[in-house]
């Protein structure tokens, strides 16, 4: 009997050990995220009063441009779900040059890909999270961005003081749940170029006129000069 009774409980501390997933008990209906499929629509490009747009008409933010994404609320792995989205927004504009692309503020989507428990024995909670989308005048554009987020604990102490106090009382002790704090930055990345509307092509710099009995210059000699595609960067 005490033998029966010792194999029990040895099979019970092995089995609450072992992380716990998080089961959900309503399942959460599907929202896409995603950039959706096809050509890419303009970012229709602003710049400050009195400021001529130095980028060229055919300007493109490139793929993997940084973006900073600050988080608008605590994500907490004991209150989402796998699948739950949640927004977040553009921490910084982007610019080309001197024309904002992506304006600071603008709508950020998320979501929960994965998530576990707390266990017993001091086990933390683990969450997987990722960035996908934003959404700028009617469209969205795709993102990359994965992360990671574990409990903080100290588990090695627990288990430590679940040891000398015996297995019993280790079962009781829990870890902590995975939390991204509200306020978070992250960064994130486009994940394919965007053209970008609203931009000019600098005008050709006009030969000033020859003094009488000069020698003209011939119209070859003069290189006509037009604006490149600026360089994506992010301003505070």
Same mark, same amino acid.
């Not at 490009?45 to 441009?65: F, Q």
């Given at each position: 009997m005490k033998k029966m009774v010792l194999t029990a409980t040895a099979v019970a501390i092995v089995c609450a050990s072992a992380p716990v997933v998080a089961k959900d008990k309503k399942a959460v209906a599907p929202v896409n995220i995603d950039a959706p499929a096809g050509p890419v629509?303009?970012?229709?490009?602003?710049?400050?009063?009195?400021?001529?747009?130095?980028?060229?008409? !055919?300007?493109?933010?490139?793929?993997?441009?940084? +973006?900073?994404?600050?988080?608008t609320s605590e994500l907490n792995s004991?209150?989402?779900? !796998?699948?739950?989205?949640f927004v977040a927004i553009v921490a910084n504009d982007v610019m080309m040059g001197n024309a904002v692309v992506i304006p600071k503020n603008t709508p950020v989507n998320g979501i929960i890909t994965w998530r576990?428990?707390?266990? +017993? &024995?001091?086990?933390?909670?683990?969450?997987? &999270?990722?960035?996908r989308s934003f959404d700028l005048k009617g469209q969205r554009y795709g993102l990359t961005g994965k992360f990671r987020q574990e409990g903080k604990g100290n588990t090695g102490a627990t288990v430590a003081t679940a040891v000398i106090a015996g297995p019993i009382f280790g079962m009781f002790?829990?870890?902590? /749940? *995975?939390?991204?704090?509200?306020?978070?930055?992250?960064?994130? &990345?486009? *994940? @394919?170029?965007?053209?970008? /509307?609203?931009?000019?092509? @600098?005008?050709? +710099?006009?030969?000033? *006129?020859?003094?009488?009995?000069?020698?003209?210059?011939?119209?070859?000699?003069?290189?006509? @000069?037009?604006?490149?595609?600026?360089?994506?960067?992010?301003?505070?």
């Open positions: 629509q303009p970012i229709a490009a602003t710049w400050a009063t009195g400021v001529t747009p130095n980028l060229a008409s !055919d300007a493109v933010l490139p793929a993997n441009t940084e +973006v900073l994404v600050r988080t004991k209150k989402l779900k !796998d699948g739950q989205t576990t428990g707390k266990g +017993v &024995y001091g086990k933390s909670a683990k969450m997987e &999270y990722e960035i002790v829990t870890g902590k /749940s *995975a939390v991204v704090e509200q306020g978070r930055e992250l960064k994130v &990345y486009t *994940a @394919a170029g965007i053209p970008v /509307s609203g931009g000019i092509v @600098a005008a050709p +710099v006009a030969a000033p *006129a020859t003094p009488t009995g000069a020698t003209a210059t011939t119209a070859s000699a003069q290189a006509p @000069a037009t604006a490149q595609p600026a360089v994506a960067t992010t301003t505070k």
